[in-house]
Nanobody, 125 residues
Framework: QVQLVESGGGLVQAGDSLRLSCAAS????????MGWFRQAPGKERGFVAA????????NYANSVKGRFTISRDNAKNTVYLQMNSLKPEDTAVYYC??????????????????WGQGTQVTVSS
């Protein structure tokens, strides 16, 4: 099994940058597709970004294209989400997820098997 722990969240101003990390323990993450999702109060958990097991293929939600970058370092069993030009609309709890069933960067919550506890990101105007 895999355990995921997110870190790097916090309170920032609009236009600032933030880098989230997701550290995995247990099995190596090299054989897993990884994703980032977020959930704001009163809203459903939504897709943000995903990366294939090999790290060569990525997928992004339209709302974050050009601003966010997902990457992974399999040697460190860590996935990152670099967030630039943050907006108040980005405020949410961000979750890291992994799936062993799909090697492609999938975009739906139902395709992921392992989830972290989440890290809060708050962007003030």
């Amino acid at each position: 099994q895999v355990q995921l722990v997110e870190s790097g969240g916090g309170l920032v101003q609009a236009g600032d940058s933030l880098r989230l990390s997701c550290a995995a323990s247990g099995r190596t993450t090299s054989s897993y597709s990884m994703g980032w999702f977020r959930q704001a109060p009163g809203k459903e958990r939504g897709f943000v970004a995903a990366i294939s097991s090999g790290g060569r293929n990525t997928n992004y939600a339209n709302s974050v294209k050009g601003r966010f970058t997902i990457s992974r370092d399999n040697a460190k069993n860590t996935v990152y989400l670099q967030m630039n030009s943050l907006k108040p609309e980005d405020t949410a709890v961000y979750y890291c997820a992994a799936t062993w069933r799909y090697m492609l960067p999938t975009t739906t919550t139902g395709t992921y098997d392992f989830w972290g506890q989440g890290t809060q990101v708050t962007v003030s105007s």
